[in-house]
């Protein structure tokens, strides 16, 4: 008698159902990812503490605002206030000299000073140092010791001065000297900082052009002239953009601490203006709408560079 067996056939194991993949992430997306998890932090500074504050002002200028927290919506009433001030005429004539006289000696200081930087000499790195540890003091300590050192009676510059067998000046004091006082404090202050951003530039070009043109006989002015600034123009171009910015919407800190706007309003700078209506006189409104257009008129002033030096792009023939 035959046996049955009853043990089952071997089947073969069924496959496993797959497991659906999530897409991955190309690596172009994922350097976006990146760039835009890094500039997160910058970007929603800039948009907290800048971009809304600015929007913030151009909507004040329409209302009238008191010191109280009371609000009144009088449209362009401010801006033409604001026609009809001459005080603000006034502080906008001088800021316009300020900036007229500013800019260009501390563009030439700075690029003087970034062009003798670049020498091999003993001790330049010490020379850098002395003359870009200004610009990292708080300008409020400038200030003061800027005022001591003017003072009409103790102050060691009108001290060197009558030892020297000159009169003294009231430099602060006297209408005549005050914003050029000013000037030349700023100049001191900034010269350093702008010094390194043409020693920047100066290091960026090949040495082998100066030595090409040594070889064909040209001078050191000649080099300058043919290699030096035609090369330079790029880094000309920010310095020249980056100072009448700063001058026109800087100088605060400095005027508050020398002069307080005097004497008779002689360095009241359109910004130190707006600070006096805002924070003096309780006149939010009026100061957010000079504060408006005066960032209009740097906008403007800013394209104006921008198009005349072609935005930084410079041909060597030019």
């Excluded at 800048?50 to 449209?75: E, K």
């Excluded at 002239?225 to 123009?233: E, G, Q």
Aim: with cysteine; net charge positive.
């Amino acid at each position: 008698m035959t046996s049955v067996s009853t043990s089952r056939p071997a089947v073969a194991d069924a496959p496993a159902p797959a497991v659906p993949r999530s897409p991955r992430l190309s690596r172009r997306h994922r350097e976006w990812i990146a760039a835009a998890l890094f500039l997160a932090p910058d970007a929603l500074g800039l948009l907290v503490f800048v971009a809304v504050p600015m929007v913030l002002s151009v909507v004040l200028g329409f209302f009238q605002v008191s010191g109280f927290g009371s609000y009144r919506w009088i449209g362009l009433g401010n801006y033409r206030r604001m026609m009809n001030d001459p005080l603000f005429w006034d502080s906008m004539r001088i800021t316009g000299l300020y900036v007229v006289i500013l800019v260009p000696v501390l563009f030439c200081v700075s690029l003087g000073l970034g062009l003798l930087a670049k020498q091999k000499l003993p001790g330049i790195g010490v020379f850098r140092t002395a003359l870009f540890m200004p610009y990292v003091i708080s300008l409020v300590v400038v200030g003061l010791l800027w005022k001591f050192l003017l003072d009409d009676q103790v102050g060691a510059v009108n001290r060197a001065m009558r030892s020297a067998g000159f009169g003294a000046h009231s430099w602060l004091g006297d209408p005549h000297l005050a914003l050029g006082s000013v000037i030349a404090i700023t100049v001191w202050v900034m010269m350093g900082y702008y010094m390194i951003i043409f020693l920047a530039g100066l290091q960026e070009i090949p040495a082998e052009y100066y030595e090409a043109a040594r070889i064909d006989g040209a001078g050191p002015w000649r080099s300058f002239r043919s290699i030096t600034w035609p090369l330079l123009r790029p880094t000309s171009f920010f310095v020249l953009l980056m100072s009448t910015v700063a001058a026109l919407t800087g100088g605060l800190d400095m005027i508050f601490v020398l002069t307080g706007g005097g004497p008779a309003n002689g360095t009241s700078l359109a910004i130190f203006y707006i600070y006096q209506q805002a924070f003096v006189f309780g006149e939010f409104g009026y100061a957010s709408a000079m504060g408006s257009f005066l960032v209009l008129i740097m906008v403007i002033v800013s394209a104006v560079i921008f198009a005349l030096t072609r935005g930084g792009r410079f041909d060597d023939g030019e």
